[in-house]
């Protein structure tokens, strides 16, 4: 009987457990696509660091927050300017062919500027800084992130006076369905590599970088989140504030922790039009992550454990 009810669940677990993580597969940059390598496959050349595994990074002093899991130097560095705008296509399982299995959390974008060629550049010890942060939609009940679920890219936008030169762009998913434990967040880094061009002069202060890992801490607002499942939302943005360079609206839904320096502001370039965007779930107010919708709470629950051996 307890086999044949293990059987059962490992049954009805095991196709979601397959798929319930993901990475990047490609990034359009002003309409041209560049496509990454499947995690841990074959390597071609590429603009997108290869990660070793679907699988999240945890904890935030992980080594493998800085670009993702034993992320590896990419061969290409892409052609790219202020303003350019990129799509991130974040998917999901080992060969990207079902849609990003996640819905609950922020989506943030950093940048670097790499000391030589991003090729052979390595940020381990490099000082970031903030373009972008997506929270909560209006209502403060859905995220941005169930976005990314239904198919849509992360959009993200080069700051329009950058500097030029070599700059790594790290797009970022934190997963928060497991944020009611400390250590619970997931993290979903990947680092693109671009050369931006034009003749702009605008830089992060000192104050508005840190180092990756060094951004956040495990017990902070915004990753460990006892309230995830308490909305409507108040979420506050773990890490600096978007770089002031940045400038418009490259902040939203949520706060920054700290108040100087903020980028936010009206007259959005990374947000869709508040028209476009889907409105919050009429349900319960539950998010609609397919593992939570999929069982109840003690199966969901070992679901979740499952998949983390360590
Ligand atoms: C990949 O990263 C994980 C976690 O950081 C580490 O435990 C593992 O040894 C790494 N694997 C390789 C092949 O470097
Ligand atoms: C959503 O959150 C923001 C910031 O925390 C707040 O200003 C706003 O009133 C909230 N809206 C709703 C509908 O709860
Ligand atoms: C990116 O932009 C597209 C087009 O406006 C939009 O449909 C999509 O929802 C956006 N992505 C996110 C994560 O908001
Ligand atoms: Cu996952």
Redesign the pocket.
């Known amino acids: 009987m307890i086999h044949l009810l293990l059987a059962f669940t490992l049954t009805v677990l095991l196709p979601v457990l397959v798929s319930a993580h993901g990475y990047v597969g490609s990034v359009t940059i002003d309409g041209t696509s560049y496509p990454g390598n499947e995690p841990g496959g074959a390597t071609n050349p590429s603009i997108i660091r290869q990660v070793?595994?679907i699988d999240p990074?945890k904890g935030s002093s992980?080594?493998?927050l800085n670009c993702g899991?034993?992320a590896t130097l990419a061969a290409n560095v892409a052609n790219a300017n202020p303003g350019s705008q990129l799509l991130v296509h974040w998917v999901g399982g080992s060969t990207g062919d079902s849609d990003w299995p996640h819905n609950v959390g922020p989506i943030m974008h950093y940048m670097t500027k790499c000391d030589g060629s991003c090729s052979s550049y390595d940020s381990s010890n490099a000082e970031w800084f903030k373009i972008s942060e997506l929270g909560l939609q209006p209502g403060n009940t859905t995220w941005y992130q169930a976005d990314i679920m239904a198919g849509q890219p992360a959009n993200v936008t080069i700051p329009s006076n950058i500097a030029p030169g070599g700059y790594l762009l790290r797009s970022e998913l934190i997963s928060l369905q497991l944020a009611v434990s400390v250590g619970g967040a997931e993290f979903y880094p990947a680092c693109i590599q671009l050369n931006i061009g034009g003749s702009g002069t605008g830089a992060a202060t000192s104050s508005e970088e840190c180092t990756l890992p060094g951004c956040y801490t495990d017990s902070e607002a915004g990753i460990y989140d006892p309230e995830i499942y308490n909305p409507p939302l108040t979420y506050t943005f773990p890490g600096p504030p978007v770089a002031a360079f940045v400038g418009g609206d490259a902040s939203v839904g949520g706060t920054t922790p700290t108040g100087s320096g903020s980028g936010s502001g009206s007259g959005s370039s990374s947000a869709p039009a508040s028209g476009s965007a889907p409105s919050p779930t009429a349900s319960s107010g539950k998010f609609s992550d397919p593992l939570f919708t999929l069982a109840s709470l003690p199966i969901r629950r070992f679901c979740y454990i499952f998949p983390y051996r360590?």
């Open positions: 070793s595994t990074v992980n080594p493998s899991m034993n360590s």
